[in-house]
């Protein structure tokens, strides 16, 4: 997976141009992650949702699924850093997640949210949401 240059990323301004927003909602997966000693050997549930900004999309024009990010690709490649990544932090697999998106996938802004559900007993989920924006030089 190729790395777009943290030092060219910022907070989007929507505002400024029509974007269109593609989503996945509540893909559900485990993956070994953590830093608690009890969480590092065995898969655990994460909850993940985002959204991928493109400019007005060709496809809304053509419908065709090469104009626009397949939902279907990006389910795949979900599933293969869940089975794949090394982190131990939500934060960089969330940061992992949104990188695929701007460089695999084309999109100029992207929103990533992961939860661990059932963390601690008294606790529905804990998470991190994540916003990054591609700025072309």
């Not at 485990?30 to 993940?48: A, S």
């Not at 007005?56 to 090469?66: E, F, K, L, N, Q």
């Not at 990006?74 to 701007?102: D, G, I, N, P």
Request: glycine fraction near 6%.
């Amino acid at each position: 997976m190729n790395v777009i240059d943290r030092n060219v990323i910022e907070r989007p301004h929507l505002a400024s141009s029509e974007m269109d927003l593609i989503f996945i909602e509540g893909f559900e997966g485990e993956t070994v992650i953590g830093i608690d000693p009890d969480e590092l050997h065995d898969r655990q549930p994460v909850r993940i949702d985002l959204w991928a900004g493109v400019p007005h999309s060709h496809a809304c024009d053509t419908d065709r699924i090469g104009d626009t990010i397949d939902y279907g690709k990006v389910h795949a490649a979900l599933e293969s850093l869940l089975a794949t990544h090394k982190m131990q932090l939500l934060e960089a697999l969330a940061e992992s997640v949104a990188q695929m998106l701007l460089v695999d996938f084309g999109a100029h802004w992207v929103r990533v949210s992961l939860a661990k559900p059932n963390k601690f007993a008294n606790v529905k989920a804990v998470g991190v949401t994540i916003e990054r924006t591609v700025r072309w030089p």
